[in-house]
């Protein structure tokens, strides 16, 4: 049981770059959610989803996009990548909104 | 919309001290849960309240949820090292299915 899988670990983009960061669990979790954390300022959510082609706009949504085309996965795009969106990005799974989320090991991006 | 803050944002301690952290949000919460991070790693939870006026423990570990479901504490009675890390509330309010996470508080502790 992989729990929530996140890839890559690591990546540096150049501005104006476009990139998917892939998120998958295994625990057949209906929420789904994206987190960015920059210091002093937690954890933000950027976009979530309650279930298999549903999804909505969290705290900072602009510049990203997602879908949910399964229940497993939930891919975060960056469409056009600006410096302001370094930082790391953590998935989260919970089986039901008001339940434990389980975080993925996080992706450390940087724009230069 | 739902804002959640936390202070202190840094706590500094000795290693046998005690360590609390407040968490507030602008809105009612339905419930409020509480995750570790420790230095490098990824959010962990740790505990969810959800009544009014909750109190639970977790050995060392004391949550609050306050009457109003506004606001909770998490407090650490004789800390360790092994404490280290940064403490997240987080909140879901009314009808929203957003989790919201508060700002954190980041505690060092020093043996």
């Known amino acids: 049981n992989a729990g929530v899988t996140q890839t890559p670990k690591f990546q540096v983009l150049k501005t104006g770059q476009s990139m998917t960061l892939q998120c998958a669990q295994d625990?057949?979790?209906?929420?789904m959610s994206w987190y960015r954390q920059d210091p002093g300022m937690g954890l933000r959510l950027i976009h979530y989803?309650?279930?298999?082609?549903?999804?909505d706009q969290g705290e900072v949504p602009n510049g990203y996009n997602v879908s949910r085309s399964t229940t497993e996965d939930f891919p975060l795009r960056l469409l056009s990548a600006a410096p302001s969106q370094t930082s790391v990005y953590f998935c989260?799974?919970?089986?039901?909104?008001?339940?434990?989320?389980?975080f993925g090991q996080g992706t450390r991006l940087t724009v230069v | 919309g739902q804002q959640v803050m936390q202070i202190p944002q840094y706590q500094h301690v000795q290693e046998g001290e005690d360590f609390t952290t407040y968490c507030n949000s602008s809105t009612t919460l339905s419930n409020i849960q509480w995750y570790k991070q420790r230095p490098g790693g990824h959010p962990v939870f740790l505990i969810q309240l959800v009544k009014s006026g909750e109190v639970k423990k977790q050995k060392r570990l004391t949550f609050q949820f306050g009457e109003a479901k506004k606001n909770s504490s998490l407090h650490i009675t004789a800390t360790q090292t092994t404490d280290v890390g940064t403490y997240f509330c987080a909140g879901k309010g009314g009808a929203t299915n957003k989790l919201i996470f508060g700002t954190g508080t980041l505690l060092a502790v020093q043996p």
């Open positions: 625990m057949n979790h209906e929420y």
């Open positions: 989260a799974s919970n089986l039901q909104g008001s339940t434990e989320a389980f």
């Open positions: 989803s309650v279930g298999a082609g549903i999804t």
